[in-house]
T-cell receptor
Framework: DSGVTQTPKHLITATGQRVTLRCSPR?????VYWYQQSLDQGLQFLIQ???????AKGNILERFSAQQFPDLHSELNLSSLELGDSALYFC????????????FGPGTRLTVL | GENVEQHPSTLSVQEGDSAVIKCTYS??????FPWYKQELGKRPQLIID?????GEKKDQRIAVTLNKTAKHFSLHITETQPEDSAVYFC???????????FGKGTSLLVTP
């Protein structure tokens, strides 16, 4: 157990819908990262927050957004869902932004039908 | 942006043999290179990492080497065991503490 929690574990929804994925980082970790893992694209970085502020953006679609709250938990919002959004979404956290290891949560498996 | 290439995509070895997975990166500014192991349906777990000021690091049966000049790094697993079977990902970070750019992964199968 890495100490990073994610809910829900599984999510099944329909095209066009909107979902919210939640992540709680390890106690004391200020940075939260979101990654998408699909069979064809591998593990891809979406977005990073550090102490409530957006720090870096990767290949995140405009339909996706995220935020980090004062208690440091983070939410990833996916809207106007398409079949291709089906994937495993991982959250990771690290102590700070300074090259420390990232600990991954168990992931949320999203299936869009 | 950073591009990480990983080879081979699949690797099958016999128990007790060594396994080597190689990665190359494109951005000379990258300075942090972790390796993750992911078992089926589970989270990626860090198994070893190396920073650009070090050429080699070892932890029991696992070692990582880094050649900054050539921009490549490798994972070496000695005396492989069936429980080493998993997908291994290399990654590079362009700057300290920022996003990890992952390779496509290597599926390692260790047969008894």
């Amino acid at each position: 157990d890495s100490g990073v929690t994610q809910t829900p574990k599984h999510l099944i929804t329909a095209t066009g819908q909107r979902v919210t994925l939640r992540c709680s980082p390890r106690s004391g970790d200020l940075s939260v990262y979101w990654y998408q893992q699909s069979l064809d694209q591998g593990l891809q970085f979406l977005i990073q927050y550090y102490n409530g502020e957006e720090r870096a953006k990767g290949n995140i679609l405009e339909r996706f957004s995220a935020q980090q709250f004062p208690d440091l938990h983070s939410e990833l919002n996916l809207s106007s869902l398409e079949l291709g959004d089906s994937a495993l979404y991982f959250c990771a956290s690290s102590v700070s932004g300074e090259g420390n290891e990232q600990f991954f949560g168990p992931g949320t498996r999203l299936t869009v039908l | 942006g950073e591009n990480v290439e990983q080879h081979p995509s699949t690797l099958s070895v016999q128990e007790g043999d060594s396994a080597v997975i190689k990665c190359t990166y494109s951005d000379s500014a990258s300075n942090y290179f972790p390796w993750y192991k992911q078992e089926l349906g589970k989270r990626p777990q860090l198994i070893i990492d190396i920073r650009s000021n070090v050429g080699e690091k070892k932890d029991q049966r696992i070692a990582v080497t880094l050649n900054k000049t050539a921009k490549h790094f490798s994972l070496h697993i000695t005396e492989t065991q069936p429980e080493d079977s998993a997908v291994y990902f290399c990654a590079a970070s362009m700057n300290s503490g920022y996003a990890l750019n992952f390779g496509k992964g290597t599926s390692l199968l260790v047969t008894p």
